[in-house]
């Protein structure tokens, strides 16, 4: 049987004590729980926010840790990891930017008669499937159809456009604010780790311990897996393009490193639009199958040897719930969502299981791991 | 003017205490200053008052403790109430079992004045072993050593009387502790 821990009777002796109403714990918990999600719903763009500079935070802390270990203070640890960050973003931006910048302003310049260059690059490979299948032909809409279609498609894509200009001003003070945060975060980490440790009671400290542990590894691994895991398949999906001489080779490969931290959406978003550019640019079968190998060969090479080493077994959700956590993040934060969503709901899951173990052993259920149990020998000499 | 002593200006002082106080906790004997350095980081500190349970008997144990500041008690609870068992100062650990099982803590700890802890999560420490196979070998070891000198005490109390036993230091323990729990 578990003792009891002492109690502090002092509150016990006054009269207003024993009278005092105490709602049920599940109605404390659960109010406070939706005390909670309106509270992030009203500042969602704030949590955003926090999230993402979080999320930078987790991505540097190993560089920090390391300096640590050697009882370097913190705050200059931090303070020089942010200045080596903007000497490299400024020296790679240097190198990168002016070959970026020129495909970006081709890109533009052609998308207004994009409608037509789609057009006749769809009709190019009709006539191909065409002559090679003319059994195919007859599942092909008619040219005005189609070219109606493509036009009202493009035209409620691009509707969209003049808001994603607005928001510019925005995603400009987020990149600002983003790595401000986070050096803060990052400074006073382990100070606001003190404070609360020190405010918990001690009957919690161990499972706070193990929650916090369990949220460090899980996000830790998952945000640092994910961006090592960007940076590896954009470099490799811009190398085959290039190779491949599709257009924009640089900009498409940022584009799906990016598009890759989105489960399961991601890399078909990154190959689709791999495969239009080349479909504009070809107008012809063969190249286009050589884009969807190339996609097909990275994400093999991404769920058989990348994943499974950088971003490891950091994420324990069953499949359906993982797509079901992105589906449910997307809808309710956008892009963003899509991206939290899934360490969001890791870290809900791990922190359960430990709370459900806790109750276990107080409920006097030992022994939650049966099968690790070594045999006990009756000497020991 | 005085020269600017850039070295103890970008050290830790904190920090550095602590490196200090691991090179001398009997667990980590062994490892050098930036095997230790790695474990600092993975440590989290916890202010206890006097009289505050650190953790109870019977309860899920998940990590082990450093004792920074102050007094412990480790306490075994029998039929007649709680029996203190060994009283720990700066540099012991106590709780390393739950560094090796699942199962319940097998005693209970007690702040006896105003104390600091370093508390090591068994996850945390997992993790460093997995990666690093000489801290793994070296702390795996010295724990041994620790529980091979619990059941050789343990055996030996057995076989002779109380009185010249009880100088048999248990883990975790300074010899100055044990013959102080002896008198």
């Known amino acids: 049987m578990i003792p009891e821990r002492p109690r502090d009777t002092s509150l016990d002796s006054t009269p207003t004590a024993q009278t005092r109403f105490t709602p049920p714990a599940s109605i404390v918990w659960g109010m406070a729980i939706i005390g909670l999600g309106l509270l992030l719903h009203l500042s969602r763009e704030l949590v955003l926010l926090l999230l993402l500079a979080a999320g930078l935070a987790y991505l540097l802390t190993p560089l920090v840790r390391i300096a640590e270990s050697a009882a370097i203070r913190r705050d200059i640890a931090v303070t020089a990891l942010f200045i080596a960050l903007i000497v490299g973003l400024v020296a790679t931006s240097y190198v990168l930017l002016p070959r970026l910048r020129s495909e970006f302003n081709t890109l533009y310049a052609g998308l207004p008669s994009l409608t037509e260059r789609l057009d006749a690059a769809l009709d190019a490979v009709q006539k191909e499937i065409g002559s090679e299948y003319p059994v195919a032909q007859r599942l092909f809409p008619d040219r005005e159809v189609r070219y109606e279609r493509l036009n009202a498609f493009i035209e409620q894509q691009s509707a969209d456009l003049p808001n994603l200009v607005g928001h510019l001003a925005t995603i400009a003070i987020a990149g600002v604010l983003i790595p401000f945060l986070s050096f803060f975060l990052l400074r006073d980490a382990r100070k606001m780790i003190q404070f609360l440790m020190n405010r918990l009671p001690p009957a919690h400290i161990e499972t706070s311990v193990a929650v916090s542990c369990e949220i460090e590894r899980t996000i830790g691994r998952y945000i640092r897996g994910l961006a090592i895991d960007g ?12 190779v491949l001489g599709v257009n924009y080779p640089l900009l498409l490969g940022a584009f799906s490193g990016l598009a890759n931290v989105v489960p399961y959406l991601g890399p078909i978003l990154g190959a689709g639009v791999a495969t239009l550019v080349a479909l504009i640019q070809f107008q012809s079968l063969a190249p286009l199958g050589k884009v969807l190998i190339l996609y097909l060969f990275i994400k093999i090479l991404d769920d058989v040897v990348l994943q499974p080493t950088i971003v490891g077994m950091a994420v324990h959700l069953h499949p359906i719930l993982l797509l079901a956590s992105v589906i449910v993040g997307g809808h309710s934060f956008g892009l963003i969502g899509m991206i939290v969503a899934v360490p969001t709901v890791t870290v809900l899951q791990e922190t359960t299981k430990l709370l459900l173990e806790r109750r276990r052993y107080r409920a006097g259920l030992q022994d939650p791991h049966p099968r690790t149990r070594v045999p006990v020998q009756s000497y020991i000499c | 003017m005085a020269r600017l002593n850039w070295r103890a200006w970008a050290t830790d002082q ?16 062994g490892l050098s200053r930036r095997q230790l350095g790695k474990l600092l980081v993975k440590l989290f500190e916890k202010a206890y008052q006097p009289g505050e349970t650190i953790f109870l008997e019977g309860e899920p144990a998940k990590a082990l403790f450093i004792v920074l500041h102050g007094r412990v008690s480790i306490l075994h609870t029998g039929k007649e109430g709680e029996d203190p068992v060994a009283t720990l100062t700066p540099g012991a650990y106590f709780g390393e079992l739950a560094l090796i099982d699942d199962l319940p803590r097998s005693a209970t700890a007690r702040a006896d004045e105003p104390s600091a802890l370093l508390i090591l999560y068994k996850s945390h420490f997992d993790d460093l072993i997995e990666g690093h196979s000489t801290i793994a070998i070296r702390v795996m070891g010295n724990l041994l050593k620790a529980l091979a000198g619990y059941v050789r005490a343990a055996h ?25 729990r002896s008198r």
């Open chain 1, 231 to 242: 940076m590896i398949i954009g470099t490799a999906a811009a190398l085959g393009l290039w």
């Open chain 2, 14 to 29: 904190e920090q550095l205490d602590r490196l200090h106080l691991l090179e001398k906790v009997s667990l980590f004997s």
């Open chain 2, 156 to 180: 030996a109390r057995r076989a002779s009387p109380p009185a010249t036993l009880a100088d048999a230091p248990l883990p975790g323990e300074t010899a100055q502790k044990s013959s102080d």
